[in-house]
């Protein structure tokens, strides 16, 4: 097999895995308030139900970290998909509130190694193919975002179980994921790796900014995915069919921004693209917390999705640039930002909302998003475009490819 066709499966592959991880992640949370009925789970009890899974998934990715080094990201996302798919039947299998903590506990375990060693794969493959291509990855989570949230929808509108809803995904998806999961392009077993280093002294330091850049990106997400459709149906006034539809909206938005994403990275510089994005985001916040009605919400959600999917691939590639001998390191640790967010978002939008309202609880993440103009300079200026310039020959790439040493 020549190494050009080995990148390009690897690609495929791995792009199939964001896609999964999409559809999973999507049924799960626009499913909330079904969650919530069947297990009887009170308003005042759902926030930490919300916050234990990025609590977990953070420790995962730490520790994701250290059994990279041993085994590989591949071998780690090959095992960890098939678990979160599982642990997300299991969430809609349970008849007591302890069987929904102990699935939602082990979808928060399983999807924090998941999320950490695809974003190290990708990162890699990135740098192997001397162009932008992280972009395109999310968008295979965004399409399978669409996918997951169509489902939902259906599943409401039929008026099926948690378990009825979940069980096609989990038997379709789980198979090819395994399947897809022998393409992985990692080059541990094979003698070539290069050992990780650490960030070195102060690294964590220069990684800081875009830590933070993160962290205010998933608070912005975590009000979309775990409080749109509450927002939609208790504030706007919408049906529960409607409630499930501004995920699936912003999934299609985030879906069209980041298919054409890596071009605007390619000609203007990340630098641009995120700035961009960010005022977009932030417009999107506004218009949501004024909607007079669920149509104009939908509106604000459209937006929240054309600024918000740029941030989050961009910043895990520029933690790639900024530490190319210790990419897994990096990555593992950004990646821990993305459950500080999560963590953050919902209850800090949930307590606002009770204590005061849910439209002014909507400003709280648009003027935190807003923090990532301060920090867009940390993204890189000419080298984070990856432009005809930064493209090599095929011979040369695959020193490139594998654990993230050296390699990003």
Known sequence: MTEDVRLRRGRGSLGFSFFVQ?????????????????????????????AAVPILAGVS??????????????????????????ALLGVGAGSQM???????GAFGLSVGALDASMNMLGVSL????????????????????????????????????????Y??????????????????????????????????????RLLLPLCLVMACAYIGDSTVSN????????????SEQLATVPYNVYMVTTLIGRAVGDLGVRRFGAVAVVRIGTVVAAGGFAVVAAAPGAWTGMLGFTLLGIGLCVIVPQTFAAAGRLFPGASDTAIARLNIFNYV????????????????????????????????????????????????GHERRAEDRAVDVGRGGNGV
Not at 99 to 104: D, E, G, N, P, Q
Not at 131 to 144: D, E, K, P, T
């Open 22 to 50: 999409g559809v999973t992640f999507a049924l799960l949370v626009t499913r909330i308030p079904a969650i919530q009925d069947r297990y009887g789970i009170s308003d005042g009890l759902l926030p930490a139900f919300l």
């Open 341 to 388: 967010g999560f963590l953050i978002g919902s209850p800090l939008v949930g307590g606002i909302g009770d204590a005061w309202s849910y439209r002014g609880a909507m400003l709280v993440p648009m003027v935190l998003v807003l923090v990532t103009l301060f920090h867009a300079r940390s993204f890189g200026a000419e080298s984070a475009r990856y432009g005809v």
């Open 167 to 204: 069980l096609p995904a989990v038997v379709l998806l789980l198979p090819l994921a395994f399947y897809g999961s022998r393409f992985y392009v990692d080059q541990k077993g094979r003698g070539t790796e290069v050992p990780e280093k650490g960030l070195g002294a102060g690294g964590f």
């Open 126 to 165: 990135q740098r192997a193919y001397g162009r932008s291509i992280m972009l395109g990855f999310h968008a295979a989570y965004s399409l399978g975002g669409i996918v997951g949230a169509s489902a939902a929808w259906a599943g409401a509108h039929w008026h099926l179980s948690l378990f009825t809803s």
């Open 61 to 86: 990715s730490v520790a994701t970290e250290h059994l990279v080094k041993r085994v590989g990201p591949a071998t780690v996302l090959r095992w960890a998909q098939p678990l979160v798919l599982l």
């Open 98 to 104: 302890w069987h929904a903590a102990v699935a939602l």
């Open 227 to 238: 409080w749109s459709a509450k927002y939609l149906q208790d504030v706007l006034g919408s």
